[in-house]
C-alpha cells in the first residue's frame, strides 16, 4: 500500500531542536512536492513548509521562517524538517503529505501520513 510515514517527533525544551523526516513507499513522493503540515489541539491543521520535487524551491509559513529548514532526498525517498528554536507554540502533530499532481508547490495535498507529535515545553 502506498504510505508516508513520519517519524522524528518527540519532547523537547523551548529553544531545542528536532528533524522530522517524512519516507515514503514505492517513491511516491519521488516527482512531486511534499509539505509538512500541523495541527495543534482545538485547531484547524496548517501549512508549515513545503519543497519541490527538485529541492530547489521551498516554502514556510510566516512563523517558522529563519527556524525551520525543509529538505529532501530522493534516493532515499524521504522529506525532512530542520526545526530550530523550537517554542511552545510549535506543539502539534506534525503530517506530510504529497501534492497530488504538482511537483511545485502543494495546493492539493494527497497521500497523507499518520503524524508524528512534537511537545515543547517552556
Known amino acids: 500500500q502506498e504510505q508516508l510515514v513520519e517519524s522524528g517527533g518527540g519532547v523537547v525544551q523551548a529553544g531545542g531542536s528536532l528533524r522530522l523526516s517524512c519516507t515514503a513507499s514505492?517513491?511516491?513522493?519521488?516527482?512531486?512536492?511534499v509539505a509538512w503540515f500541523r495541527q495543534a489541539p482545538g485547531k484547524e491543521r496548517e501549512f508549515v513548509a513545503s519543497?519541490?520535487?527538485?529541492?530547489?524551491?521551498?516554502y514556510y509559513t510566516d512563523s517558522v521562517k529563519g527556524r525551520f529548514t525543509i529538505s529532501r532526498d530522493n534516493g532515499q525517498s524521504t522529506v525532512y524538517v530542520q526545526m530550530n528554536n523550537l517554542k511552545p507554540e510549535d506543539t502539534a502533530v506534525y503530517y506530510c503529505?504529497?501534492?497530488?499532481?504538482?511537483?511545485?508547490?502543494?495546493?492539493?495535498?494527497?497521500?497523507w501520513g499518520q503524524g508524528t507529535q512534537v511537545t515543547v515545553s517552556s
Open positions: 514505492d517513491h511516491i513522493i519521488d516527482s512531486y512536492a
Open positions: 519543497v519541490s520535487w527538485d529541492g530547489v524551491n521551498t
Open positions: 503529505a504529497r501534492d497530488r499532481f504538482s511537483g511545485v508547490r502543494v495546493s492539493q495535498p494527497a497521500y
